[in-house]
Structures are given as structure tokens and as C-alpha cells.
């Protein structure tokens, strides 16, 4: 991570009144550093680092502060938006719920959840039967771990293993960040699960997918030599459907030699879907690029269009494993979360989003190109698919670092009214609302060309 701060000192900057942005006061706005001011006292410091913005209104793809200045949001908040920001079914859906009134009814039964479930389960592919819904993406995946161990718990293996990829990332919570590749974040747990395996991810410019199956095959063979045995110690296999920071899809050959692999050893495959869900790449989710089944997706982010709700689909036997009562959560299946979800599924199919997320993404990856042949010095890789992207960068700036670099085009960017997601590695990401229009998405990328032209121009 770099050690980059965003300045917090209103500072004059250029005005813009462009169609879809406004930036008219001093930059952070004035008042913004006392809203920061007053959080730092009482949040922990975890939850900050963010660009100094205070979000007072988001509709669609525009982000308002304040002062009403308007921003072209490339982030989604953090690909939550997909169908647009305070999207109008949405709230109506929400709000029809409050009416009744029903805000909570715990596990008991109501129709909207029957509603939503069944429509959930159609949307996630024929291969699934079950849902079970949950709050936050960390504890879909830590119901994952759960259903792949009981299920090899079930079938008698040996052993509890589970298979993930180095530098892959599945949340915050103990179970998930034992899964998770990033090995600064996991020194709080004070022991590794011996059970829990990491092989090197497949990062396309140094594997290609004709070399995919032996870099698979070679990466087992060091675990196997280490005294693994596939078929009796092997429980599941956990992929981030593309690695996250980078939006870095496997080869698809790697993906279907995993999958070949669990069938032949028996083993639960598992795909992390928070991103990639809910048309974010153009399919209902992320596993369809790879012409593969798996038999969990873990989901959230876009799921609410703004709510916490995530989820985990998959096959009745293995989703039926715990008893009754022993998977659930006070706030599972909420109805408000539930009447946000459906609204989410017909939004994205009355709006056609995947449709939509294949022909923008076709104008967004064009105009990355772009930008890469301009800054070739720059512009490392491009990444992604449908509209979810990133930029990798490099610095050319004497004494500043790649990371560095990355961030001051991310603060450029937002002086001039587009907010990109900041990684605080190398990468800059971009994931708009997938009802951007496409006026949009191409004034968004000249704002980035803009302001890599200024960073190295300063
Ligand atoms: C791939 C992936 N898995 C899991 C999570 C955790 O989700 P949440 O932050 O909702 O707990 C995230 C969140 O960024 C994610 O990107």
C-alpha cells in the first residue's frame, strides 16, 4: 500500500461546467476537512483514506457533494451501483415494504423473501437450487468455507483443505482472511490454518493460457510432494472470480483444469462473486466467461443496488448441509434488503444491463487503449471485461514511487469532477454505474487523459 494522503486543504482549482460535471468551489469544498475532523475523533481510522469528498447526493452515474458540485462516478461507490446510483425501483420497492409497514421480521417467513429467492436462484444459472442470504460479503464467504469443509466432512475426507490463490482477497472476517492472499493483513490471527493452501495466481503476462494447465498442474504437484493427497485432503477450492485490485482474469484454460480437477477428486468449487456479480462483466456473473459450474457463488455489492445483502447459491445437498437454525443471522433475508434485491433483478433485466455492460465496456476498453498508446511509458496493462476495468501503472516521476503516481492521478482526476477507485497499489480502477451513458463514459476518459497529461506535466 503506499503512503499516499489525500490533501484535505481546500485548494483553488479550474472550474468545470461540463454536461455531466460541476466544479465550482475551492477543492476539497470548504466544510469538508471539519466533517473529516469530526469522524477521526470518534470512527476508527480503519474505515478512512478515501478521497476528502462528503457524498451528500448520488443519483445514476453522478456523485454530488455538498456544495452541489458533481462528479462522473467511475466507482459504484465500490461496484455496488450497477443499476445506477439511488436507482427509482429501487427505493419504490424499498419503500412499498416500509408502508406495510415490515422493516424486520428475523427468520421468520414473509412473501418477499419467497419472492426474491426464487427469482435469485433463476437469475445465478440452472446449476443452482439454494440461497441462503446473509448482510456482508466477508460472511458469504465464510459460509463457504463452512458448507466446502461439512461437505467434506460428509463425504469422510482425511483432511479439511481448502485451495485459494495467492494475493486473492475474500473479506475482512477470520475465516475469509485466512483465505485471503495478503499476508500483511493476516498477522492478527497469530496462527495459519494448516488446512488452508495458497497457490500462485496465473497473472496472464507471465502465464499464457497455453501454459495454464501445467502452471496449474505444477503449483498441486508442490503441495502434493508436500504430502497432500487430493482426492482424501482436499475439500474445496476458492477462486475471486478475476483478482480483484487488478480486475486480472485467469487464463480460461487454468479455470477449466480446477474444475476438472474437483470433479475428479471430489471437491467443492467456489467462486467469490462480489465483484463480478449482477452484470457487472456482461453475464449474470463473472464464472459464465469460463465455461465452467461451480458449486457455490458467493455474492453482494450490486446484489442491493445499495443495501447490505450478499448471499451464498449453490446446490440443495450442499446448501441443505447445516441443521436447521445452525446458518442464519439476525438480519438474513431482511425484507427491506429482499425488496431492494428483486428490484435489482428487474432493473437489470428491463434495462438490459449485460447488454449495456458489453457495449460500454467495448467504448471504455477502446479508450483505455487509447491512453496506453499515448503513455507508453506510463500505461503497463489494461484489465477486465464489460465495465470493470484497470489501469497499471508506472512511474516516470523522479522519487516517486509507482503507487505514488497511481494516487496523484486519482486526486488530479477528482479535482476535475471524476471520481476513479483508488487502490492505493498501482492500479487505478474503473467500474461505472452500467447505466452510464456512453457521452459519459467517453467525457470520463478524457478527464483521466487530462490528468495523467497534468501529473506529468507538473
Ligand atoms: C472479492 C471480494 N470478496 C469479499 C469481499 C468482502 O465483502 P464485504 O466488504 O461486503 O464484506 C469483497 C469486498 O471488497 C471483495 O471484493
Redesign the pocket.
Known sequence: MSNFSFNFEPKKVKKINSKYRNINTLIPAPGTKEVFDRLERVESRSMHGQLPIIWNKASDFSVFDMADNRWIDFTST?FVANVGHSNQKVIESIKKTCDEPLLSCYAYCNTIRADYLEKLVSFAGENFEKAFLLS????A?EAALKLMRMNGQRIGKRRLGIICLENN????TFG?QMMSGNISQKKWMGFHDQDIHHIPFPYPWEVSNERAKEFLNESLENLIKQGLDLKKDVCGFML?TFQ?WGAIFYPKNFVKEIENICKKYNIILTF?E??SGFARTGKNFGYEHYGVKPDLI?T??GMGGGVPV?GLIGKSEIMDLPETGNMSSTHSANPLVCSAGIAVLDEIQKLNLNQEAISKGKILFEGLEHLKEIFRENITYICGKGLIAAIMFRSTKKNISDSIFTSMIVEKCYQKGLLVVHTGRESIKIGPPLTISSEALIEGIEVLKESIEDILNE
Open positions: 465500490i456482508a460479503g466477508t460472511e464467504t482477497w475474500h473479506g475482512r475469509a475471486e480483484g467469490d462480489m465483484q458467493c453482494g455489492k450478499s
